[in-house]
């Protein structure tokens, strides 16, 4: 199966261009927060989408209609269908699908209609609050947008959930039911309710208020948590053959998947990373790759304490003395973490790096800690010519995704 489009909406920008010039600079897209009064939460950074212009993707009456994570949704199919060149109307809508992750869904729906809720009063309460909130609608919208009748469906596995997407889409492309899938993930919770859930687990950093631009530090010493960001990734995927009787140029190759759950606790990562590591080896073994054929790994790296040192676990497991080799990084230490949306947008920086035959750096990583001493590309992009490489995806509840994907000669 090929990608032939890429959509983003990111805190790096909106469009392909706009995020590979950041990622290829290491430029951070995190700062303080703007969308409503955080002072009173001990984080005060966040990754938001700046700039990003509604109305280019939707008229008014669809914004008041949607939540934002849906917005994101829509503007990433649309930029993904159009690098894609796929036609519309579409010739065979029955074997095009849409599966948009999300971790979370509208938050900020639910967030606005507490008030009135708690004062009981109806007539205050949207009648598009309940479509606004489904974690299913930004997949529905989309599939709505562009006319694709087959399956359509949110997969909602916490910070796996826009890997979950890719894979469920690999497979539907392979048994051979869909051509076209508009597959990938989107959220937007930067609001009071999300910072102060996230912020009573103690997840997100709160050490760095004051220069935000520095909170997320994937793999440094001095981590102290997640930095919150939003915005959505999609990626058009199709099987070979359809791509070549369209004339369409595949980008890469999705190549394998794996999928496991640690099966250990509500938050934290499984210690010794055996499910993590589990899913990485099935996504090789599902790509027929061998440890060896893999130059760079966008890891999860989320910038907690334990969930960074158990990966670099997870990673010498998998590749033995071959890991020390490997180019890994945490793009997240750009973007923040995108929950829901993650695993899409960094599959989707995975490809790029492929195609541009270039590692994007983890930038804030000043002071290695000694539990990951792999080659975190730190500060600085590195040009890299990629066979194949992973994406990772670790989410709460222990469930794990991994992509493969590989060079298209």
Known sequence: MVVTGIGLVTPLGCGVSDNWAALAAGRSGTGPITRFDASPSPSRVAGEVSGFEAERFL????????????????????LAVEDAGLRLPLENPARVGA????????????????????????????????????????????????????????????CASGAHALGDALQLIREGTQDVVIAGGAEAPICLMGFLGFAAMRALSTAFNETPERASRPFDVDRDGFVMGEGAGILILESLEHARARGAQPLVELAGYGATCDAHHVTQP???????????????????????????????????????????????????????????????SMTGHLLGAAGAVEAAFTALAIMRGMAPPTINLDRVDAACDLDYVPHTARSLSIRAALSNSFGFGGTNACVALRRVD
Not at 108 to 126: G, H, L, T
Not at 271 to 291: Q, Y
């Open 59 to 78: 008229d008014r009456k669809e914004q008041r209609r949607t939540d934002l994570f849906v917005q994101y949704a829509v503007a990433a199919a649309q």
């Open 99 to 158: 599966i948009v992750g999300t971790g979370i869904g509208g938050i900020k729906s639910v967030e606005d209609a507490v008030p009135a809720v708690v004062e009981k009063d109806v007539r205050r309460i949207s009648p598009f609050l309940i479509p606004r909130l489904i974690p299913s609608m930004a997949a529905s919208q989309v599939a709505m947008r562009f006319g694709a009748r087959g399956p359509s469906y949110a997969t909602s596995s916490a």
């Open 270 to 332: 499984e210690p010794d990373g055996v499910g993590a590591a589990t899913c990485m080896t099935l996504a090789l073994e599902d790509a027929g790759l061998t440890p060896g054929d893999v130059d760079y790994v966008n890891a999860h790296g989320t910038g907690t304490e334990l969930n960074d040192a158990i990966e670099t676990q997870a990673l010498k497991r998998v590749f033995g003395e071959h890991a020390a080799r490997l180019a890994v990084s945490s793009t997240k």
